[in-house]
């Protein structure tokens, strides 16, 4: 297994991404290669502040990199030496298995569509957002903000992405799927939400269990949560300022730790034809870790096979 790991991006690039790095080494060994797109004299300089031996990486030298507040598709074409765009490039032509950035999102949904492109049958590729529940297991709510305009057929598919990465990738049998709304009952809702509910009603493809509402998000009756991008989004900045505001009045719980975006690295475009994980702009060296270690979860679980296989190809 290859991984590859964009060390220029993320607001605390390179220090955070090349430790992050080091670390994830230090629980995969022997398990995966990890690929360092980045500055090699960087990259050995950090790795010698840490005592470690950089030559357990493999290292692809650029000095270019895409800016947090630059336009990623200017910058693509621009900057064709950039950490991003080469780790896309080797993603697409099979040299790494799976491909991982805490840099510029939007640069990462550039090369997600127009270097590794979406798999023949999906319409539209989105992201999820894990959300803790008083179980082991998260809630998964996609899409978390990549399609804020879309229709039914594009719901009825996320239904099937999001059970297929609840199965695969967090070992949940038979996820049980629902529709958000304002309302649990079937007439509930605005015409995308009535519209999307009877195209899933009977449903064979996946477990749809009906509505749920905003009192239900952390409830253990539902694994896969389905909305457009607009409230996914909505629902994933509130999860956050929710921890924002435990952190800031100290209170210590387990449950609530569980909202540390850091424990869970990062989160697959689903519907590409190859694993890329988006992790948060402001990631330090554990969510790097974490986003390494996910990106090898992905690719052992083959799930884009899988979502090849659900998709007809």
Known sequence: MRIGVDILGGDFAPEATVHGSILAYQELKDKAKLVLFGNQDQIHALCREA??????????????HIGMDEYPAKAFKEKPNASIV???KHLHAGNIDGFGSAGNTGAMLVGAMHIVKSIPGVIRPCITAPI???SEKPTLVLDAGLNPDIKPDVM???AILGSLYAELVFHIENPRVALFNIGAEEEKGNLLTKATY????????????GNVEGTDLFSND???????????NTILKGAEAFYKLIRKRKIKDDFFNRFDFTNYGGTPVLGINAPAIIAHGISNDKAIKNMILHTATVIESKLTEKIKQAFGE
């Open 51 to 64: 005592g470690f031996d950089a030559s357990v990486f493999e290292i692809v030298h650029t000095t270019e």
């Open 86 to 88: 080469l780790g896309f």
């Open 132 to 134: 803790p529940k008083d």
């Open 156 to 158: 009825y598919q996320y």
């Open 198 to 209: 009877q195209a899933m009603k009977g449903t064979k493809d996946f477990n749809f269990v």
């Open 222 to 232: 539902v694994d896969v949560i389905v909305c457009d991008g607009f409230v996914g």
